[in-house]
């Protein structure tokens, strides 16, 4: 069958994925060219050709900037600490929504979904309201029970503030990351429990024996996502939080590759300079994901490829 014949009698599914393709195509790859801003002296007063080329300066000027190993510390720190505490909390979260069932499960998800609906903005003024130094909720119960004796101001003080911006981050996406997790158990077959249960197998031992071992291919693949996206130490999470990098206090431990690239950019207008940090970030994170999926095709069954 030729090419032509093949797309017109799949037409419904080339209706269904070339939006998409064309929707990638045009901002993902499109947008592409603009690499080369890495590589030039750009002049937003001049046409793009006429920027000079400076070779690899831009990347050796972010190297060599005061900034880059507290950069580097803060994007991994906080990073590590989303993946070691973010990624095992939904598949937690699964678990336990697996063991309840009636109108208690379809509560507790409700409740854990809903974060993930709010933007970066509504979450802030949360924490800000309950974290505040006057009335705030979290000092009122610490005094209250004679924990602290006074309030503590909570997001001015770096040795709080990856605590925090982690913590918000595993609350607003544990719920919704735990679906791909409650979908997969879902599908396990019921035999094999069955089973389990005449051997003598408590719940707990089938889901270490039989719910775990089942999930365990989305678990390494979602692990995998979790390295290459390392780098995404975040971004509206540390701007809002940061009142768009203007608390100076806490900027120290929470400066990372994609606020230092808007700060650069946006802010400063450094343009060569931000996209070659930018760029930087990538190669990173593509090496981390390759190795990550290295590892998992070579010890495991499953990998991205």
Known sequence: MTLGRRFIKQWDFQLMIWPAMLFILVFSYGPMWGVLLAFKEYNIFAPFSESPWVGTLQFRMFFESPE????MRNTFCIALLKLAIGFPA????????NEVGGWFKRLVQTVTYIPHFMSWVVISGMAFSMLSVDQGTVNDVLLFLHIIKEPINWLSTPD???GILVSLNVWKEIGFGSIVYLAAIVGIDPALYEAASIDGASRFKQIFLITIPSIMPIMIIFLILGI???LNAGYEDILVLTKNMNNGIVMPVANVI???VYQMGVLNQRYSYATAAGVFKSVLSVTLLLIANGFARRFGKTSLW
């Open 68 to 71: 880059f190993w507290d950069i």
């Open 90 to 97: 939904p598949i937690i979260l699964a678990l336990l929504l």
């Open 160 to 162: 709080y503030f990856w």
């Open 228 to 230: 290459g996206n390392t």
């Open 258 to 260: 994609d606020t230092y």
